[in-house]
Nanobody, 132 residues
Framework: VQLQASGGGSVQPGGSLRLSCEASGFISDNLDNYVIGWFRQAPGKGREWVTCIDSVDANALYAEPVKVRFIISRDNAKNLAYLQMNSLKPEDTAVYYC???????????????????????WGQGTLVTVPA
């Protein structure tokens, strides 16, 4: 399975961006079986979890710094996931990664989707810059 993240760029504080994550390469499998997560890595810092969405009910979980401002969604028929980022702040500047965690019955309420080590596949990252 390959993941391709796109949609990054430079945006002024208060602006919006929508990131996309396209999944491909499934063999006897499909995106329905995966929890999708977004992570980010700011310059000089470790990778941190941002949000995740399950496939059971499309329920989502958000890290506190992005709650209310970011919205994750998915379109299984198109093998796509999205991250709508609103009211962007300079502290949102980072490389954003999408990732897939195998779990057709996994619910985000269990919070396992917040753990980097649980993910099976990663995209290459897309840079988001919000200048101060």
């Amino acid at each position: 399975v390959q993941l391709q993240a796109s949609g990054g760029g430079s945006v002024q504080p208060g602006g919006s961006l929508r990131l996309s994550c396209e999944a491909s390469g499934f063999i006897s499998d499909n995106l329905d079986n995966y929890v999708i997560g977004w992570f980010r890595q700011a310059p000089g810092k470790g990778r941190e979890w941002v949000t995740c969405i399950d496939s059971v009910d499309a329920n989502a979980l958000y890290a506190e710094p992005v709650k209310v401002r970011f919205i994750i969604s998915r379109d299984n028929a198109k093998n796509l996931a999205y991250l709508q980022m609103n009211s962007l702040k300079p502290e949102d500047t980072a490389v954003y990664y999408c990732a897939a965690l195998w779990g057709p019955t996994l619910r985000v309420g269990l919070r396992s989707c917040t753990e980097i080590s649980r993910y099976n596949y990663w995209g290459q990252g897309t840079l988001v810059t919000v200048p101060a």
